[in-house]
Each structure stands twice: as structure tokens, then as C-alpha cells.
């Protein structure tokens, strides 16, 4: 799913042990092991508003993902970090920005997901 375009609203599932690749294996706003294949998408914020990217229903038991959301000004590189969470994560975008919204696994673990992209709150 390489940086397929994300839309408010829009649930996205898939499964990081199969055909996603490891492209980033860590981040500047937390500390890990990030050497899991991970789910990367664009985003670019249609207006400034209070934006939640969330697994739905994860067990992290059972497939320990994280999400991160990166900011897009200079493309995805490692360092633009803007924050991450266990399960979700709210920020505030900012209008015609551009962000990378990821599911990468914590210590090296992969398997299925369900995310969603929920704005405006």
C-alpha cells in the first residue's frame, strides 16, 4: 500500500506481514524498535481541525502496532515526526498540509490491522 492518498472518513485494513516493506525503523517523537514492515498513507489536510488516526478494535497482544502520524513538508523522512500513540493519536492539522499517517509494528511485530482517518472533532 506504498502512500496511497487517505481521506476523512476512510477506514483502511491490510496485514504488514504481507507485502509491505520496512522504510523507517524509528522516530524522532518516541523510542523503539521499529524494524517492522509498516502501512504508510498521504494525507493532506482539507482544513484546520482536531484529527483522530486510530486502530479500530486492536489487540495488541495479539499484533503490537503503533501509529504515527509524519509531517509531509520535506516528504517521508525519518526525523519529521509529529507524534504517535499505542492505539490513536488526535492532533490538530493544519490546513493544505501535507502528513504520512503509519501502522508500524512495535518490535519487529506484523500481522492484520483496521485503522481510520476520522476528522473534525
Known sequence: CGQDELRCGQKVSGNT?????????AYSCNV?????PEAIWKWVA?????????????VPTETNHDVMVLDGAMGLVMGQCVTWGSNSIEFEAEAGRTYYLVVDGYDNDAGPFDAILECGG
Open 17 to 25: 506481514s504481507i507485502g509491505y516493506d520496512a522504510k523507517l525503523d
Open 32 to 36: 523503539g524498535n521499529y524494524d517492522a
Open 46 to 58: 482539507p482544513s484546520s481541525q482536531t484529527v483522530n488516526w486510530a486502530l479500530i478494535d486492536p
